[in-house]
């Protein structure tokens, strides 16, 4: 695809429910990282993926946040048991990422806005 | 681990005019790389500007320049000749210059609300 893609753009859940967002990465690109935006604050790390293993999972707030990434392209965060701490929109961005090389642009998509009640 | 504080949350400027978003940051790292990002209100993050730490010289793009100022970690934006297209959120970010993996993550500030006055 042209960009990075997420849905659903905009989600509403109840309390207590789960919910799993979706990332379509560009294409060909081996990286792909989940942020955390709340509101009033700026972007949180959660995880990031080579391939499809997750080499640093240190952002994501507690176990009920997961994620996977299957056949090195589509990844979906799930949130368990959701609260209302956990409104917020989440970005997911993705590069090309090779050994050696020292940086890779990430692109980002237009994140979904999720918004537990 | 590091850290990047944006002081200002929100700014304003008059449409033509030149204004300067402040960042600084705190790392133990010698070798890093800087980033001012743009997220208008499809939320979705624009690459404004990037610098290298060790490059003395400041980057510019088109209207757009930073003034890094290494030894007192500071990182700060400006933009020349306004347009109304510029009003946005801007967050800076910082990534480790390390180059192995699980090192590129990006560090955000909490962003500056940039309006732009007609």
């Known amino acids: 695809g042209a960009g990075v893609s997420q849905s659903p753009s905009n989600k509403v859940t109840e309390k207590g429910k789960d919910v799993e967002l979706r990332c379509d990465p560009i294409s060909g690109h081996t990286a792909l990282y989940w942020y955390r935006q709340s509101l009033g604050q700026g972007l949180e790390f959660l995880i990031y993926f080579q391939g499809n293993s997750a080499p640093d999972k240190s952002g994501l707030p507690s176990d009920r946040f997961s994620a996977e990434r299957t056949g090195g392209s589509v990844s979906t965060l799930t949130i368990q048991r959701t609260q209302q701490e956990d409104s917020a929109v989440y970005l997911c961005?993705?590069?090309?990422?090779?050994?050696?090389?020292?940086?890779?642009?990430?692109?980002f998509g237009p994140g979904t806005r999720l918004t537990v009640l | 681990a590091q850290t990047v504080t944006q002081s200002q949350p929100e700014m304003s400027v008059q449409e033509a005019e030149t204004v300067t978003l402040s960042c600084t940051y705190d790392?133990?790292?010698?070798?890093?790389?800087l980033f001012w990002y743009k997220q208008p209100p499809s939320r979705q993050m624009i690459l404004v500007i990037r610098?290298?730490?060790?490059?003395?010289q400041n980057a510019t793009e088109n209207r757009f320049s930073v003034n890094f100022q290494k030894a007192a970690k500071s990182f700060s934006l400006k933009i020349s000749d306004s347009q109304l297209g510029d009003a946005a959120m801007y967050f800076c970010a910082y990534r480790s210059g390390l180059t192995n993996f699980g090192n590129e993550k990006l560090t955000f500030g909490t962003g500056t609300r940039l309006t732009i006055i007609p």
């Open positions: 790392t133990s790292e010698s070798d890093y790389y």
């Open positions: 961005a993705s590069s090309f990422r090779t050994s050696g090389v020292t940086y890779n642009e990430q692109f």
């Open positions: 610098q290298e730490a060790y490059k003395q």
